[in-house]
T-cell receptor, first 115, second 111 residues
């Protein structure tokens, strides 16, 4: 079946521009996560959506970062006024959610480069 | 103490060797544990869940020690294709929260 789909796969933009990254989770998965990973570094948690609950935004590094999840499915991560330190691979993951923690399944990521 | 700690390695082993990784976690309320592998410039992929009684999947064995708050991954008869970074993953605990990923242990299997 279809896995987690992310777009674009690569994005190059100039410093100061806004970018939108999209994630389409696995059908039926109620939990959706955004992470970023800088070159050679571990995963950095950004935000987590679970069903209709308020998202856990505790990992967002600044108010330039925001995310939405419309209709409990597709999610968009927006970075405003991008900075060079925002360059990283942005990974989206989804899981079944629920009371017992299920493993996360990752998309291929969006490689973001800020010039 | 970090939430999830792993030896970054690298572990350089010959083909056919047995290699073991440990991972410690700080939150005693954590209930779910996983090992993921991540190939260079690729997304993490689930390798196996870790159950209280320990579990085995082919050449891979995972164990959990709640008292000492660590999990382990044993790889027997290493293959070249096992070369990757292995991520220890632990849930933050409680009914809310998220999974915490360790920074990974790098394994390089040589011919």
């Amino acid at each position: 079946g279809a896995g987690v789909s992310q777009s674009p796969s690569n994005k190059v933009t100039e410093k100061g521009k806004d970018v939108e990254l999209r994630c389409d989770p696995i059908s039926g998965h109620t939990a959706l996560y955004w992470y970023r990973q800088s070159l050679g570094q571990g995963l950095e948690f950004l935000i987590y959506f679970q069903g209709n609950s308020a998202p856990d935004k505790s990992g967002l590094p600044s108010d330039r970062f925001s995310a939405e999840r419309t209709g409990g499915s597709v999610s968009t991560l927006t970075i405003q006024r991008t900075q060079q330190e925002d360059s990283a691979v942005y990974l989206c993951a989804s899981s079944l959610g629920g009371p017992h923690w299920e493993p996360q399944h990752f998309g291929d990521g969006t490689r973001l480069s800020i010039l | 103490r970090k939430e999830v700690e792993q030896d970054p390695g690298p572990f350089n082993v010959p083909e056919g060797a047995t290699v073991a990784f440990n991972c410690t976690y700080s939150n005693s309320a954590s209930q779910s544990f996983f090992w993921y592998r991540q190939d260079c410039r690729k997304e993490p992929k689930l390798l196996m869940s870790v159950y209280s009684s320990g579990n085995e999947d082919g050449r891979f064995t995972a164990q959990l020690n709640r008292a000492s708050q660590y999990i382990s991954l044993l790889i027997r008869d290493s293959k070249l294709s096992d070369s990757a970074t292995y991520l220890c993953v632990v849930n933050r605990g409680g009914s809310q929260g998220n999974l915490i990923f360790g920074k990974g242990t790098k394994l390089s299997v040589k011919p």
